[in-house]
């Protein structure tokens, strides 16, 4: 995955976690599989307007020179006007942007001064919902909904087409400060991979069910005793990643939507929970998954899985070319592939359509500019400027249908970073709806069989509600988050690793829970889907 996505909202702490849970791509896109201009306009929407498809917007978007200051994270500290994105905007638009950029590492900190100092920039991102909401309240950042008249791309995407979004992202009096992502994520970023090479010199079949998975390690430990077949560098992290695959599976996790019942639970005293730990306690107990699998460091892990000492692991897509190309010089035959998931469900998660990144706008004189230059930029023609340039100045269309950038043809890789370092695009929360036909979206052909894999099966779970919670819910959250899911994990490493956690155990867990404030926990989820049920 992209740095640019792991960071998102520059990392706010738990307290973000939370919100945004409640708040890891696509197959082949369609439109890459055959060349295209950089537009999908109909031929006389093109006439009328030589930059594509704007929605309904009509441009330039102002009468006279405007200046936008916009603040974000980024590893590119070079966003000058000479770049194409800037000099492109400023010709289309009108509008002259000053990109003001700071590492993702120091940009919360300098985010925090700035807000204290009360001189916001036109656009920025990251702020925490709850803050975003005040501020909202006092008057300093705009309510978008306000002003969806004027900004026909935003209410074709988030008050028609998902009108959720008001519900999920604004305040109690409907009013939405955030700015919206759509269709960023990829339909499949994670999931099991296992050494194909092996499998198949071992005549064993890549498995469809859980014991099907459990006879494959089987097999694996026979042909190599000294070997463990599973290994995991995610330490307590796999009991929320295995947990689609039994159904409780959430971003809120260990909180998670069941979908019969229509309810919110607490997944770590959940029956499923108890089969998942029974199995994890199985493999572990015949030898099947790396001891280390809680406490294992990546570099540890690489070496167990280029190294013939495991053989089925739970990761990123990436890796599997990524190993690949680290081993090939020993091991040509080296063959990471993705898996089918394993569990009951035989999912995998998904992935929302509609991402927030907190990206805001300051109430100024700037405010009505600022708001029609985020129209734009999620109009067709500002994604494809903003995610894959302009055709026939810095890139061309291949034969494959994907871009191709002549002046980078030196590189080894054209990735997003490249793109933003060289050109500006690919600015983290300045692309708000990304083509599908960028290089983000190109797959190798082994990424390519992970998306087939998952979507033409049908194998992901269905996503839960994103739920918007008072100041009162969060306090809640906050203050019974941290010990829950602490005293969670610490539960399940002892039920799978000691041989005496059985039934008694689990009986005496649940009773130990329920005294930490796990039913008030959960009770915040259903109160707040109360409210989402009810909202019309």
């Given at each position: 995955m992209s740095k640019k996505l792991i960071s998102s909202v520059a990392s706010i702490a738990l307290m973000t976690t939370i919100l945004s849970a409640c708040s890891g791509t696509t197959g082949s896109p369609k439109e890459g599989s055959t060349p295209a201009s950089a537009s999908t306009a109909p031929a006389a929407t093109q006439a009328a307007n030589p930059y594509g498809d704007t929605g309904g917007l009509k441009l330039p978007l102002v009468t006279e020179p405007t200046?936008?200051?916009?603040?974000?994270?980024?590893?590119?500290?070079?966003?000058?006007?000479?770049?194409?994105?800037?000099?492109?905007?400023?010709?289309?638009?009108?509008?002259?942007?000053?990109?003001?950029?700071?590492?993702?590492?120091?940009?919360?900190?300098?985010?925090?001064?700035?807000?204290?100092?009360?001189?916001?920039?036109?656009?920025?991102?990251?702020?925490?919902?709850?803050?975003?909401?005040?501020?909202?309240?006092?008057?300093?950042?705009?309510?978008?909904?306000?002003?969806?008249?004027?900004?026909?791309?935003?209410?074709?995407?988030?008050?028609?087409?998902?009108?959720?979004?008001?519900?999920?992202?604004?305040?109690?009096?409907?009013?939405?400060?955030?700015?919206?992502?759509?269709?960023?994520?990829?339909?499949?970023?994670?999931?099991?991979?296992?050494?194909?090479?092996?499998?198949?010199?071992?005549?064993?079949?890549e498995w469809t069910t859980t014991e099907e998975f459990y006879q494959a390690l089987k097999k694996l430990k026979e042909a190599y005793p000294s070997a463990y077949p599973y290994a995991s560098k995610g330490l307590v992290n796999i009991f929320r990643d295995w947990s689609y695959g039994w159904g409780i599976g959430s971003d809120s996790y260990p909180a998670y939507y069941d979908e019969k019942e229509k309810k919110w639970k607490f997944a770590s005293i959940q029956p499923e929970h108890k089969n998942m730990l029974d199995f994890m306690k199985k493999l572990y107990n015949e030898g099947l998954i790396d001891p280390e699998f809680l406490t294992d460091t990546q570099d540890s892990w690489t070496t167990k899985m280029t190294t013939d000492k495991s053989f089925v692991t739970w990761d990123w897509i990436g890796r599997l070319d990524l190993f690949y190309n680290q081993i090939k010089a020993k091991n040509s035959d080296f063959n990471l592939r993705y898996a089918n998931p394993v569990g009951p469900t035989g999912n995998v998660k998904t992935l929302p359509k509609v991402s927030d990144f907190s990206v805001t706008v300051a109430n100024n004189k700037n405010k009505e500019t600022a708001l029609k230059l985020l129209d734009y930029l999620t109009s067709p023609s500002g994604s494809q400027l903003m995610t894959l340039g302009v055709e026939g100045v810095n890139f061309e269309w291949g034969k494959d249908g994907a871009p191709v950038y002549p002046e980078l043809k030196d590189l080894p890789l054209v990735d997003i970073s490249v793109l933003e370092d060289r050109y500006a695009m690919w600015l983290e929360s300045a692309y708000l709806r990304p083509d599908r036909r960028s290089v983000y979206y190109k797959f190798s052909e082994k990424e390519k069989e992970a998306q087939d894999k998952i979507l033409k099966g049908n194998k992901r779970e269905p996503i839960d509600p994103i739920l918007n919670f008072s100041d009162s819910e969060i306090s809640t959250l906050a203050e019974l988050q941290t010990s829950l899911q602490k005293a969670a994990e610490e539960f399940n490493a002892k039920y799978v690793l000691d041989k005496k956690y059985g039934d008694e155990q689990w009986e005496e867990w649940k009773k130990t829970i329920a005294k930490k404030g796990v039913d008030a926990y959960i009770n915040v989820y259903n109160d707040a889907q109360k409210r989402f049920d009810a909202a019309k």
């Open positions: 200046t936008i200051t916009w603040m974000l994270p980024s590893n590119s500290t070079n966003i000058k006007e000479d770049k194409l994105v800037v000099q492109e905007i400023l010709k289309r638009t009108g509008i002259k942007v000053e990109f003001q950029t700071y590492s993702p590492q120091t940009y919360q900190d300098k985010l925090k001064v700035i807000v204290a100092s009360g001189k916001l920039p036109d656009i920025f991102e990251g702020l925490k919902a709850a803050e975003l909401k005040k501020i909202g309240k006092q008057k300093g950042v705009v309510a978008i909904n306000d002003y969806a008249e004027m900004l026909p791309n935003f209410k074709k995407l988030y008050l028609q087409e998902n009108s959720w979004v008001v519900k999920s992202y604004g305040d109690e009096n409907g009013k939405l400060y955030t700015w919206p992502i759509y269709d960023l994520n990829r339909d499949v970023n994670h999931g099991f991979l296992y050494r194909k090479d092996i499998f198949d010199k071992l005549g064993i079949k």
